[in-house]
Structures are given as structure tokens and as C-alpha cells.
């Protein structure tokens, strides 16, 4: 009886697990591929607090029902993963499209994304079809939401 228990348990607590894939050296291009245009990705660590306020303002905006063009990438070893996705559940953002670096040294795919970035987070790039804009810092909530607002307008003149 108490092994069925635990197994319900166990079923229970996977169905509401954060969808987080890891990202192996090599995988990011295909990534972006399966993403539509424009796209945000943001990339974040769980020793970053100014990465827990841009996570919160996704989260909001993803619970407002707003449609977020946005992959989250984490940078942290795969070790973390349990904080990662009790970070993500958090903020409301586990139901977006989420990534881990899977490689035991970060550096070397944090030089696949981009070879002038050398790890400073919050780190987002906005992805057009011919362009791709990289950005230092926490995006505001009020910055994000006029990204989005932006969308519809005039989708080749986009910037954070």
C-alpha cells in the first residue's frame, strides 16, 4: 500500500515538472532553428538575483496571457537542475521553452552562443531573420512589454 502511495506520489509530482532540456555543445543553432522570428533568448543563473527579477517579469507577462517569443537558456551545470526548475516554477515561467547548459564547462557554450560574451548575466539577444542584437542586464518588465507590444507593427525594426 505504501509503495502504490509513493508511486502516485511520484506520478503526481512529475506531471507538474518543469519541462527543462538539457543543451549539449552543438545544440544551439538547432535550437534557434525551431524558433520562430523575432525571438528573445534570455540566459540566466541561479546565483544571478538580477536574473530572478527578469524571470518574475516574464513570469507576469506570461500570466497576463501575453504570447512570449522567448527561449530561456540556463547556464548553469546540469547539477543544479533541481534548483533550476523550483527556480523557474516560481517565477511561472517552467511553461515556457527551457534550456541547461549540459556541458561540465559552461565556457565553451557560452563561446558557441557568442564568442564576445564571456559569461555577465542577465544576458538576452533579441533574434531577427537578418539580425541579432545582444543586451547586458535585466530587461524590465515596462522594456519587455513594449518589445511585445512592438510585434505586430513593424516586425523589422525591433530593439530592447
Partial sequence: MKNRALCIALLTVSCFATALEPLHRGDYQQVLDQQPRPLLVVLWSVDCPPCYDELAALGRLYQDGEALPVVLVNTDTLRSSDDVAATLQR????????????????????????????????????IEEDSTQGHSGALTEERLRQWLQSL????SQHSF
Fill in 152 to 155: 505586430p507593427d513593424d516586425k
Fill in 91 to 126: 517565477h511561472n515561467t517552467d511553461a515556457l521553452p527551457n534550456y541547461q547548459f549540459a556541458d561540465p564547462i559552461p565556457a565553451r557554450q557560452r563561446r558557441e552562443i557568442d564568442p564576445n560574451w564571456y559569461g555577465e548575466l542577465p544576458r538576452s539577444y533579441l
